[in-house]
T-cell receptor, first 113, second 115 residues
């Protein structure tokens, strides 16, 4: 079975600075997708960024980028120029052949002004 | 276009009762999945339906069941409610049920409290 581990229960960052959230996963599948979702207090899960395992190039979406290390099974999220609106719970998720999302336990991100 | 809509948004039930949660996917999406999110944890997969057929089931007891209708909307049913069933139930929709990078969109969830 696939597992996703987020080892940082909580992180803090100063507004306008950069923060990196860690995620590792375990799988024996060769084809899969990885995602970072943001869940604000409203509880709606919002897709932040997606990475296809077959692509070596790291995905980037504006201030959000990932560092995908396939051999190490690592998938970290970097948030640049952090904003107050970035404060939320962030979940790393895996999708493989089962076509279900397997989520990590989440990291609470606090942004200080 | 409307996003994934779920109802009810909040409900309180008593132990032993039954509950039905409803979900309408994004227009054109044929796959609906259900997730349970207990406070402080990540969502756990319950079911996936595609074209009205069950495509996947998570590690949940038989008290949990679901179905998908011809219009692709879905219901999640939970019988004989336990206190531990208290959680946020998330519905997610996507275009298809295959392994793809198609984005999975979530609704705002149904908060279930069992007392």
């Amino acid at each position: 079975a696939q597992t996703v581990t987020q080892s940082q229960p909580e992180m803090s960052v100063q507004e306008a600075e950069t923060v990196t959230l860690s995620c590792t996963y375990d799988t024996s599948e060769s084809d899969y997708y990885l995602f970072w979702y943001k869940q604000p207090p409203s509880r709606q899960m919002i897709l932040v960024i997606r990475q296809e395992a077959y692509k070596q190039q790291n995905a980037t979406e504006n201030r959000f980028s990932v560092n995908f290390q396939k051999a190490a099974k690592s998938f970290s999220l970097k948030i640049s120029d952090s904003q107050l609106g970035d404060a939320a719970m962030y979940f790393c998720a895996y999708k493989g052949y089962g076509n279900k999302l397997v989520f990590g336990a989440g990291t609470i991100l606090r942004v200080k002004s | 276009d409307a996003g994934v809509t779920q109802s009810p948004t909040h409900l309180i039930k008593t132990r032993g009762q039954h509950v039905t949660l409803r979900c309408s996917p994004i227009s054109g999406h044929k796959s609906v999945s259900w997730y349970q999110q207990v406070l402080g944890q990540g969502p756990q997969f319950i079911f996936q339906y595609y074209e009205k057929e069950e495509r996947g089931r998570g590690n949940f007891p038989d008290r949990f069941s679901a179905r998908q209708f011809p219009n692709y909307s879905s219901e999640l049913n939970v019988n004989a409610l336990l206190l531990g069933d208290s959680a946020l139930y998330l519905c997610a929709s996507s275009l298809d049920g295959s392994l793809s990078g198609n984005t999975i969109y979530f609704g705002e969830g149904s908060w279930l409290t069992v007392v």
